[in-house]
């Protein structure tokens, strides 16, 4: 605008300085020293503004490519869900949809998750709060943090003044506390030898307690992703995406590709139960094995049973006319570096070993509709020798737990 005002400015003063009207419409040409000079000022000034304009022009352009290369290199910091609905103004924190288990949700993990689910590791009262990592590390993982960035740190001491108590007893959930049999002694029903090395039970890593292992057997795990959409479902854009009921369970980035997707759930076994089981052939015993999800609970008699609903298999035969199986429960944790427990992450090996009896009063021996009961029913115990397996299309047993004892 100024620079239109300057040329306006020239262009009024020439004409006022050169030209001239009377009645014979002659033109004559009457110099005029100051108004020369000033022509040249503005003239002057003028390109002055051009000079400028182009300069600010530039600033301009460079400040437009580094503000997209700024952009581009934000964007590539983004991996998570959370990120992207950050970066759009929408805030929220991952929720780990399982809690009682040491895994965060499938897909890129935030940074919060990786102090792990049992919280931020403690270190002492008197420890370096507020030096940098490399206080103490050397492995490169600090990036200039402090040391209560990752850790917590302990309550100030106190020196007691009346006698300390005695602790309280584990709790009887706890997964390391025997229960069958309770005082721990599994040799006798294993024949195992050299237990203080072929056992291993610390640290979580062996679920040898009844009430804790019914929590582990037969429940899922469930885990969100996004699900490409069918034509008119879904949502198309990041800001919808990030409205949308359980945000907060994924850490997968949102496709944002223009395509509908859908935040579906699945869910999986926590861990597996592989029956082991055998028979006899030709006088030959022949080992089978099978994985299932089934459930344990405790029932009315105060004894805890293993509900396993499948087809006839061998499985079932072995089970039902030996009378007894082995059952071994077992989680793993690819993430944790600790064999048998990890402060942060868990047991990489977690789990149990079950011996089992096929309880003949409680299990029903059912048609291929898998629901007209041939053999049992009604708390009637049956022959298994005298079971006719032609007649038989499914097993819903009922195995009663013996022996809970590690893994080793």
Same mark, same amino acid.
């Given at each position: 605008?100024?620079?239109?005002?300057?040329?306006?400015?020239?262009?009024?003063?020439?004409?006022?300085?050169?030209?001239?009207?009377?009645?014979?419409?002659?033109?004559?040409?009457?110099?005029?020293?100051?108004?020369?000079?000033?022509?040249?000022?503005?003239?002057?000034?003028?390109?002055?503004?051009?000079?400028?304009?182009?300069?600010?022009?530039?600033?301009?352009?460079?400040?437009?490519?580094?503000?997209?290369?700024?952009?581009?290199?934000?964007?590539?910091?983004?991996?998570?869900?959370?990120?992207?609905?950050?970066?759009?103004?929408?805030?929220?924190?991952?929720?780990?949809?399982?809690?009682?288990?040491?895994?965060?949700?499938?897909?890129?993990?935030?940074?919060?998750?990786?102090?792990?689910?049992?919280?931020?590791?403690?270190?002492?009262?008197?420890?370096?709060?507020?030096?940098?990592?490399?206080?103490?590390?050397?492995?490169?993982?600090?990036?200039?943090?402090?040391?209560?960035?990752?850790?917590?740190?302990?309550?100030? #001491?106190?020196? &007691? /003044?009346? +006698?300390? @108590?005695?602790?309280?007893?584990?709790?009887? !959930? %706890? #997964?390391?506390? &025997? /229960?069958? +049999?309770? @005082?721990?002694?599994?040799?006798?029903?294993? !024949? %195992?030898?050299?237990?203080? /090395?072929?056992?291993?039970?610390?640290?979580?890593?062996?679920?040898?307690? %009844?009430?804790?292992?019914? /929590?582990?057997?037969?429940?899922?795990?469930?885990?969100?992703?996004?699900?490409?959409?069918?034509?008119?479902?879904?949502?198309?854009?990041?800001?919808?995406?990030?409205?949308?009921?359980?945000?907060?369970?994924?850490?997968?980035?949102?496709?944002?590709?223009?395509?509908?997707?859908?935040?579906?759930?699945?869910?999986?076994?926590?861990?597996?139960?592989?029956?082991?089981?055998?028979?006899?052939?030709?006088?030959?015993?022949?080992?089978?094995?099978?994985?299932?999800?089934?459930?344990?609970?405790?029932?009315?008699?105060?004894?805890?049973?293993?509900?396993?609903?499948?087809?006839?298999?061998?499985?079932?035969?072995?089970?039902?006319?030996?009378?007894?199986?082995?059952?071994?429960?077992?989680?793993?944790?690819?993430?944790?570096?600790?064999?048998?427990?990890?402060?942060?992450?868990?047991?990489?090996?977690?789990?149990?070993?079950?011996?089992?009896?096929?309880?003949?009063?409680?299990?029903?021996?059912?048609?291929?509709?898998?629901?007209?009961?041939?053999?049992?029913?009604?708390?009637?115990?049956?022959?298994?020798?005298?079971?006719?397996?032609?007649?038989?299309?499914?097993?819903?047993?009922?195995?009663?737990?013996?022996?809970?004892?590690?893994?080793?």
């Amino acid at each position: 605008m100024m620079k239109k005002t300057f040329k306006l400015s020239l262009v009024c003063i020439s004409v006022l300085a050169l030209t001239a009207c009377n009645d014979d419409d002659t033109v004559t040409i009457d110099p005029n020293p100051e108004l020369e000079v000033q022509i040249a000022e503005l003239t002057q000034q003028n390109q002055q503004l051009d000079e400028a304009n182009k300069g600010l022009t530039e600033d301009n352009k460079n400040l437009s490519d580094t503000n997209k290369e700024l952009d581009e290199k934000a964007t590539s910091f983004v991996s998570t869900f959370q990120q992207q609905c950050a970066n759009i103004g929408v805030n929220f924190e991952y929720e780990n949809p399982n809690p009682d288990t040491p895994y965060v949700n499938n897909g890129k993990s935030p940074e919060a998750s990786l102090v792990g689910v049992f919280g931020m590791p403690e270190i002492p009262f008197e420890h370096n709060e507020g030096s940098t990592c490399t206080s103490c590390h050397n492995d490169g993982h600090d990036n200039g943090m402090t040391c209560d960035t990752c850790h917590s740190f302990a309550a100030e #001491p106190v020196e &007691p /003044t009346d +006698p300390v @108590d005695p602790v309280e007893p584990t709790e009887p !959930g %706890a #997964p390391g506390v &025997p /229960t069958h +049999p309770a @005082d721990g002694n599994w040799d006798s029903y294993t !024949g %195992a030898s050299n237990v203080g /090395t072929f056992y291993y039970n610390a640290d979580g890593a062996s679920f040898v307690n %009844a009430a804790f292992l019914e /929590t582990r057997m037969g429940k899922q795990n469930t885990f969100y992703e996004w699900k490409e959409a069918a034509e008119g479902e879904g949502v198309k854009t990041l800001k919808t995406a990030c409205g949308q009921e359980n945000r907060e369970f994924i850490t997968h980035e949102f496709p944002d590709d223009g395509k509908s997707y859908t935040l579906n759930s699945y869910s999986n076994f926590k861990g597996a139960s592989t029956f082991t089981t055998h028979r006899i052939e030709n006088g030959t015993p022949i080992a089978s094995s099978a994985t299932f999800g089934p459930g344990m609970s405790l029932e009315d008699d105060g004894e805890y049973y293993i509900d396993l609903f499948i087809t006839k298999n061998n499985t079932c035969k072995n089970l039902i006319t030996n009378g007894s199986g082995e059952v071994h429960y077992y989680e793993y944790d690819t993430r944790s570096n600790v064999k048998k427990g990890s402060p942060d992450m868990g047991p990489r090996n977690a789990g149990a070993r079950i011996q089992v009896t096929a309880d003949l009063h409680k299990s029903v021996l059912k048609s291929f509709d898998w629901f007209t009961p041939v053999y049992g029913a009604d708390g009637q115990s049956f022959d298994p020798l005298a079971v006719d397996w032609n007649t038989v299309g499914s097993c819903d047993l009922k195995l009663k737990v013996q022996v809970i004892y590690p893994l080793g």
